[in-house]
């Protein structure tokens, strides 16, 4: 298993950059993920998305899916194309320190 | 006597019927099966009628053959499950009380959740091969089409069998050559994923083949709508892809009655322990097939590995034991690339697919991830099986869990 060294701290991750312990997460780390996403600023909006799947995953164990994010926190599929552009499910579980969403297999 | 009641008698309700009924003495056990459709469709064979390889009467048959003779069929639509009460109602008023349930109500798809498609134009520039009558009509769309640009758009994950939509592609490339007019046609995959397939090795291996073949893929393409005049489809990020002919695969989803009864997530596939399909909520509840959360491909062959353990597993569980007969996710598909030749892929949940050759007495070994003759032939020839061996739970020579033999590392 890969570690890289982000926001000062040294976490693991796969091969697709995705962390692989939850727990190494930090808010720091959400924003740096989110820069190498393109996201400049994390807004509130963008923390109410993040704290949610971080939620959603302590409960279930996998990052949530598109679908489960707009049934649990009512943010339209649209919408959470602005916020996470291109593919927000993929993007906003690198950004909370969730392992990629399955669902596509 | 004891009740085991089987919703759904499709392809995993009827392996599952096949095998309990000759484990389950009929002296203790009283074996009912649910279903609303009097006919069983082999769903693999919807992707060749499109093209003319098979023809309606080729992919259906009646469901009363494949029912064991000591298990009942009752033909109804199911209405509710009160898993609280250990009941099932259906829609003709009757009432199944069950010690065991087994949910296997598949997984369909729902047009109608994407705006734009099943409106005026469903059935005329925007089709399907995802039904039975969706394929029986593009059949006959294609028979006449004169070419132009057909795009295949999967509308979201997951879907049943996520190799359908290439082979679609791969066929139609195939197809529109014998006819001399693959020159006036486009072929435009778009897809949410980012590439052609999930896994790393296959995506890039599949991706070849596409461009060597001239289909052009459209990543990480999330639709939100189709505008049915103007003949496009349009993305979420608001990227538009122009169509004359649209192959949909829509949204798949669970049964409503799973969601009804309280036993689905947002798309009404039922949450299971991954490795044993007992029910997350419910200790006498069992999901097989692709009603089912597991994060395994929705196909038949999936299912097929998957009832082979849990015919072993259930037993155990029914006397209190632990189950120990563990599925990995293992999926064994034939990807029909077309011109006679097809791929194979064999993977679980945590091994991708990787190429090399794939063991198989007598008839094998198939070769893995590259194109060969006898690989087509391994897909034909699994619609024999399908009808004369897995629907009657016959054992099949193939190991349950995934085997590294024959695969290349590297
Ligand atoms: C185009 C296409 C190509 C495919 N190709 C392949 C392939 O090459 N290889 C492969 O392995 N798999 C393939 N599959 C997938 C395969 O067909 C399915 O995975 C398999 O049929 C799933 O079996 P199941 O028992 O879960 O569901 P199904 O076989 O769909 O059975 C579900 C049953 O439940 C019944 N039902 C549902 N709701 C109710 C209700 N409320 N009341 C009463 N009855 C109800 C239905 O009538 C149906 O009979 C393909 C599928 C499609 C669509």
């Known amino acids: 298993m890969a570690t890289r060294v982000i926001a000062g701290k040294t976490v693991q991750v796969n091969d697709e950059g995705f962390m692989t312990d939850p727990s190494e997460w930090t808010k720091e780390i959400a924003v740096e993920y989110a820069k190498e996403e393109g996201i400049a600023e994390l807004t509130a909006d963008h923390w109410k998305i993040i704290e949610f799947c971080r939620q959603s995953a302590a409960t279930s164990g996998k990052a949530p899916t598109l679908r489960t994010i707009t049934a649990g926190t009512g943010v339209s599929t649209k919408e959470l194309f602005t916020l996470f552009p291109k593919g927000p499910a993929k993007k906003v579980a690198k950004i909370s320190g969730l392992g990629k969403p399955e669902g596509c297999v | ?410």
């Open chain 2, 1 to 410: 006597m004891k009740k085991l009641v089987i919703l759904g008698a499709g392809t995993a309700g009827t392996m599952v019927a096949s095998r309990l009924s000759r484990i389950l003495d009929s002296k203790d056990w009283l074996i009912t099966m649910v279903d609303q459709d009097p006919v069983h469709y082999y769903q693999p064979g919807f992707l060749f009628m499109p093209f003319g390889v098979y023809e309606k009467k080729d992919v259906i048959k009646p469901k009363e053959e494949f029912i064991p003779a000591n298990v009942r069929l009752v033909m109804s639509k199911i209405e509710l499950i009160e898993p609280e009460h250990n009941l099932v109602r259906l829609a003709d008023g009757n009432l199944l009380p069950y010690d065991f349930l087994v949910i296997a109500t598949g997984a369909d798809i729902h047009p109608e959740e994407t705006p734009g498609l099943a409106e005026h134009e469903w059935g005329r520039s925007i089709h399907t091969f995802y039904s039975f009558e969706g394929a029986a009509k593009l059949a006959d769309h294609l028979r006449t089409w004169q070419g132009g640009r057909l795009v295949v758009n999967v509308v979201e994950n997951p879907i049943k069998c996520p190799v359908a939509p290439l082979e679609f592609l791969m066929l139609a490339d195939w197809y529109f050559t014998q006819r001399g007019m693959r020159d006036r046609v486009e072929l435009i995959y778009a897809t949410p994923l980012p590439g052609a397939f999930t896994k790393p090795i296959a995506a890039k291996m599949l991706g070849e083949m596409l461009e060597e073949k001239r289909i052009r893929v459209e990543p990480e393409f999330m639709i939100e709508r189709a505008d049915p005049d103007a003949k496009k489809i349009i993305s979420y990020d608001e990227r538009e892809v122009e169509y004359d002919l649209l192959v949909s695969v829509p949204l798949n989803k669970g049964a409503d009655v799973v969601g009804r009864s309280g036993l689905g997530d947002e798309l009404n596939f039922s949450p299971v322990n991954k490795h044993t399909f007992l029910s997350d909520k419910f200790d006498n509840i069992f999901v097989l097939g692709d009603a089912s959360n597991a994060p395994a491909s929705k196909a038949g062959s999936v299912a097929h590995f998957a009832v082979d353990l849990f015919s072993e597993n259930f037993l155990r569980h029914v006397e209190g034991k632990e189950m120990h007969a563990l599925f990995d996710g293992h999926a064994n598909c034939f990807v029909e690339s077309g011109f006679g030749k097809g791929v194979l892929i064999d993977f679980n949940y945590t091994q991708e697919p990787l190429p090399g050759r794939y063991p198989v007495p007598v008839i094998g070994p198939f070769s893995l991830l590259q194109e060969s003759r006898i690989n087509h032939l391994g897909k034909l020839a699994f619609r024999w099986m399908y009808w004369n061996l897995l629907l009657r739970g016959h054992k099949v020579p193939l190991p349950a869990n995934m085997s590294m033999a024959g695969k290349w590392k590297n």
